[in-house]
């Protein structure tokens, strides 16, 4: 069989009326990305504020 004769897909295009699944996954994922960053952060730079003051 010939790969080159089959088509990719029908060309028909679908009206979008809703997200898709892996547009709402991606959105919380970055969304959870975010928290975790700057929860990170935040306890970084707490943690060498404490440090500061010590001396």
């Known amino acids: 069989m010939n790969t080159t004769e089959v088509p990719a ?3 028909l295009v ?3 009326t809703h997200p898709e699944l892996y ?3 991606t959105f919380a ?3 959870l990305a ?3 960053v700057r929860r990170a952060l ?4 707490a943690r060498k504020r404490d440090e500061a003051t010590r001396d």
Do not use: L, P
């Open 29 to 31: 994922f970055a969304v």
């Open 34 to 36: 975010v928290i975790f």
């Open 9 to 11: 897909h029908s060309g």
């Open 23 to 25: 547009d709402v996954v």
């Open 14 to 16: 679908r009206e979008r």
């Open 42 to 45: 935040r306890a970084r730079f």
